[in-house]
DNA sequence: TCGATTTTTACAAGTTCTTTACATTTATTT
DNA sequence: AAATAAATGTAAAGAACTTGTAAAAATCGA
């Protein structure tokens, strides 16, 4: 399903009861016991979802929310929160600083997956191309490189979205000009340009995934 | 479109599902209920992709995997593992019995056909002519011997293209000089350094695939 | 307006193409 | 058959062209 959905979360019964529930819906799942270890991992693996504990050892969850939400690029995680603090305010504050969803504790562990299979359902619109290592959403103009989440300027994007459409076959540097200006302008070196911080961006700096095609364009290397 | 998937599934269901759903992105689509009958509609009508369940009433889904990859005419065949089993012997297996994926039930409809999507694109023949064991690809700008890429430079792809379109009868250097530079010039060395560097890039020194046609031009020989 | 993005500039680096000069092969003439 | 002429093969050099790159300038969008 390719799936991945992290909880943060100190109780361990908590977080083993989840893990069953959610690798028997298919799901691939991490658990972490604290926010520090929870967001070095985010950083490394972007998950598609978070399932966030309020009440953290080391760092409140609110600060978590924040942090993530700070960045565009993350838009797309949906982010869940658990918690046992009835307080409206919290569920409040929790939506505004951009949460998705808040479930109350005890929770029912089968109305939780329901609601998660709900939310996947939603969100998976799954219009994805993946050469090599990466993979671009052309729903949610996002590209992942070992899942972990890149952030391209439009530019950028709309090439790289062309050459995924494309294939291996070749792009000239003629249509990609007619589909970014509608008309050619041979003597610009904006293309390379955007090509070279594709390159950069993607870990590709001696071209082996994006080959120039010396003359003609650019295609995608399998 | 013209390409032919069939599915081997006894749960008419999910044969339904994927019906209108395969059908709706315009492939041409049967299933069976069984084995046999699939097996026998295979050998009539060989499909380009399979999606074979792995539990059938009749005969075993990797029954059917060594049946089809036993013969070498059918390499090109992709087979689709559907199956409720999640144990990862399967799924093993069925990579190393020779299929090209493996999808787990239940399955997202949208994600199978974005899955099945990606791979027709890559699938479906490309513009390529073959002579001997040398093919050129129209689109990629690409030529391999024995399936091994040569890289080859515009003006070689050029002249390349010109033999193969020509095939075996002779393409005069007048026609090569006209149509890379647009008139003719019997002085030039030019054309002969570019069928040097293609003989050598094809390992065919001794002009056996290039023919040279004294006094004329050159041409390919079967 | 400010910050981010896009484009231009100017040069560097890299690749391909053409020429040159001579060698070799093939055809023609004697 | 030998000599000659014509066509093609070949290696090397550098000319011509294409692409890469960093930084500055212009433009766009919130």
Redesign the pocket.
Known sequence: MDYLIYSVEDDKNIARILEVALKREGYEFCHFLDGNSFLSAFYKRTPNMVLLDMMLPDIQGSEILKTIRKEERFDDVEIIILSANRMVMDKVDGLDLGADDYIEKPFDILELISRINAKVRRHIKNNTVTYKNIEIDFDRHSVRKDGVLI?L????YLILSMLFKRGEKVLT?EEIYQA??GQS?VE???V?????SL?RKLSD?K?QFIK??????YRLEI
Do not use: P
């Open positions: 952030e300027t439009g530019k950028e540097r970014l200006w302008a610009s070196r904006t390379d340009m955007h090509i070279k390159r700096s071209g120039t095609v010396y003359g003609v364009g």
